[in-house]
């Protein structure tokens, strides 16, 4: 006879199996592309150590194993549009072009790398013909690479269509972790009444946590296999979950037991985003990380679409995680009670339901969640300290847009978000994708201030 | 390890412009938070509405500063009526996610590449404080010899910064002891009675916001007077934590609150900066470079902020000044 307990455990059992099997072949493909690329011999000159370079090597990846493009003339242009450097690529398809002063100078500068499509050779094209510039931004000291793809150019992906359908497929994938940071923040919001504006920095503490295991001395392996990344995810939803607790145990209840009022614990959270997110400077430095394993997979080619197996692996992973979730929440007795303490508190407690061990579990929950999230993103597009303050906001659009305090409205409103970010690049630069998200939070406060899920209540 | 000097240091920066601004934005966030129980989140958004109107008014439209400011304060309305609309007649936390929310949204806009023929995008504006220099009457360095002294152009900075946080402080002070102050009293400690007894809240509310944030506008035009310049940078939503953190440790609710609170944030902020520089710095440094070098130094102190912010809220809510029972609030 089975106890609730144990199916459980079983039920997360089989998910880390099934995650394993998933991605244990995945990080040997990974491995199989990177070493390919070593075949090449993509190899840089050495130059002095006090000087910075942007550099890069074109491949036509028609033939196999891809064969270099000589003879193409590269210009590098600083912001003010001044042409700072010229290179042509040689037989190896390299091309290398210092940039002036010293590399502290350059820090936080933009550059922009333009290839002369003129000099490519006859029938190869830049893959996305429209790419024949890319603007880089030194973020770190050390020399930059560049990659310009040539071959077929896609079929139609100068069309907006093909571009939309891209980019929601990228943007289904972003939502599957918004939506897990949403629900955490939703459910804390729906059994506490607090606004937790430290929830970017329990995504942050998932991102980094993975990290850290990554960066634990030697390889972690089973069965032959390098299985670090995938221990580091693992350890990363695991480590947030008694971080949550903690975050709990040590500060809010205490402050709940005080009587603190919704408002003084706001800016108490504010204190703890500020305090946690210069803590993680602190320990884990300013620049932009990847993990050691996947940070370059080769995508699949479905139809015209470039899909990577590390975008299809997180989104159902992510979707299990939610319908997990949900499922707990919907069918067991702690999620029941949770749904009756996001109703009532008080009420709840008259029925002779634990608030306190509620709470406790959703706090957990939620962090586990959210460091779930940030591992999961850092494993798709890197991370830095404040990926989770970054992605704050639109955790909060996506909660107020699905209804504050609901299940489904965060979830909802999570792949709204989601979606709308990075489809409304289509039409708009990338770099008013998040004013688009608050912009549409703040309409949907206009017209509908209880979200799009939440029930017709007061809320003034 | 030199104390006076670094004493001396923290002391001038205590009474520079970086604390008026501070200052400033705090006293609007009392009106805010202090007087009226609104949650704003987003002073940096009008702090930015308002620099940006004067560096824009000399670059863009090559008009004047005073043209800027009267613009500046205008569009600080304009964003309030915004803010508002939406967001008042709900819960509190609704207005601090819009707010802290539109801040962000405008520093995004007004920073974007696009714009940046017209807003200097990373890079901001600058070249635009020639006239207010003009006007500059002192031409050497000025303060108590041998304890501190400011550069020409900072104590003028300083002599408008202080002119208008006495004149702001005056102004809070009428209109708190004001019936209509009262009225914003009472909002804060229960909207339900006020409403029960006739007044119109969300009119009252607006108010408080508008005028809180043409507050938080001057000290966006510090800001731009202090740096000679101004750009995104300078508006990032922790600098309306810190204007919080000022304003908690002065007490809210109290007109000279913001003031001594903003005095001792930046007191304290550059005295914790200077001596973790000092203690990590030079061959031998007082703290092992295992534990801190001189980078993680300049971010020990935000770390203390952030740490403080939270235990200040905690326990003793009502800053140095202030009187708890006025500050019980709770989410309404």
Redesign the interface.
Known sequence: MHTPRSRRAVAVGALLVGLLAVLVPMGSASADASSTGRKLGCSYEKHAEDEIHIKGCLRDERENPPAPVPGVSVTVTD?AGEVIGEDETDETGVFDIAVPGDPVSAL?KEFTVQIDEETLPEGAALRDPDQVELTIMFSTTSDQSVIFPIGDPLAGSSGKGLQAVQLFVGGLVFSSLLAMAALGLSMIFGTT?L?N?AHGELITFGALTAFAVDRLPGDISLGGANVTVIVAVVAAFAVSAAFGWLNDAA?WRP?RR?G?????M???S??????????Y??LA?AQSQNYSQYAAVQPWEVGPLLITPKEVVVFVLAMSVLVAATSVLRFTRIGKATRAVADNPALSSATGINVERVINFVWIGGAALAGLAGALLGLTQGFDYQIGFKLL?LV??AV?LGG?GTIWGAIVGAFVIGIFTELTTVFV?A??K??GA??V??VV??IR?QGMLGRSQR?? | MDISSLIGFSLQQAFGPTAILLCLAAIGLNVHFGYTGLLNFGQAGFMMVAGYSIGGAVTIFSSSLWIGLVVGLLLCVVLALLLGVPTLRLRADYLAIVTIAAAEMIRQTIGAAAFSDTFGGQDGITDFIAGFRATNPFDDRKGIPGVVSWSAYDFWVMCVGWALVALCCLVVWLLMRSPWGRVLKSIREDEDAVRSLGKNVYSYKMQALIIGGVIGGLAGVVTALRSAAVGPSFFATDITFFAYTCLLIGGAARVLGPVVGAIIFWFLINFFGAFFSQATGGPDPLIPTWIMDSNQASLTRFIIVGLGLMLLMIFRPQGIFGDRRELALDAR
Do not use: C, D, K
Not at chain 1, 260 to 264: K, S, Y
Not at chain 1, 270 to 279: D, H, K
């Open positions: 912001s936080g009444g606004t504006f500060l402050l005080r603190t009022g919704i408002i003084a706001m800016i108490v504010i204190g703890l985003s500020l305090f946690l997110r210069n803590l400077q602190y430095g906001l909060f659009a107020v504050l630069p770099e008013f998040f004013v608050l912009l939070m703040i406060l206009l201030p809320v003034g």
